[in-house]
């Protein structure tokens, strides 16, 4: 149900210039009647938290966060906080990634790792389980495409923590089988 109004306010709100925003029905709605529905939406479908961003001509004209980032601590969520967006952001990022490819800046037959300045396994992130570090020895991940990415085939487990013998903390993040087997 949260995720289904989510989805709503975003397909409710097109957008114009600020402080008005022009919806899918081409009424317009203001910045702070538009803050006032989404809180009356979070409250009728008990959403605890949300973030809503809208931007016009790639501009952000609208950034406001709503509730709560952890529900048990009152922690309130902000803009710059971070969740987990479960699979909502797949097909957001599926749509960019074929706007590089109409641009011709990627091809989706080029290993993804042709597009970066050094091996994946090099860079570095704030928590080694973000990291890549667990395939140094595994060159397979070097073949790798965008195509595979989008079409779930690069081999890799759905979470790094998910193992063959269960849920293991510290799982080592690894493939799973070929990549571009189905």
């Known amino acids: 149900m949260r995720i289904f109004v989510l989805l709503f306010i975003l397909m409710l709100i097109g957008c114009s210039d ?4 022009q919806k899918i ?3 317009e709605i203001e910045k702070e ?3 006032l529905k989404i809180k009356s939406l979070m409250e009728s479908g008990e959403v605890n938290g949300l973030a809503v961003s809208i931007l ?7 950034q406001e966060a709503f509730g709560y980032r952890d ?3 009152k922690d309130t969520l902000n803009s710059n906080s971070i969740f987990y967006g479960a699979s909502l952001s797949k097909a957001v990022f599926a749509v960019l990634v074929m706007q590089l490819v ?3 800046k990627i091809n989706l037959d080029t290993p993804l790792q042709n597009y ?3 091996p994946l396994t090099e860079y570095e992130f704030n928590r080694d389980w973000r990291g890549y570090n667990d395939l140094k020895e595994d060159k397979r991940c070097e073949r790798i495409t965008p195509r595979m990415c989008l079409a779930h085939t690069t081999g890799f487990p759905n979470w790094r923590f998910l193992t063959k013998s269960g849920f293991n903390i510290n ?3 690894h493939l799973l089988y070929e990549p571009d087997s189905p």
């Open 102 to 104: 109409e641009e011709g």
């Open 56 to 62: 016009n001509n790639n501009e952000s004209v609208y």
């Open 25 to 27: 029905d081409g009424s």
């Open 116 to 118: 970066l300045e050094k």
């Open 71 to 73: 529900w048990s601590t």
């Open 171 to 173: 799982g080592k993040l």
């Open 18 to 21: 600020e402080p008005t925003f």
């Open 33 to 35: 009647q538009l803050t």
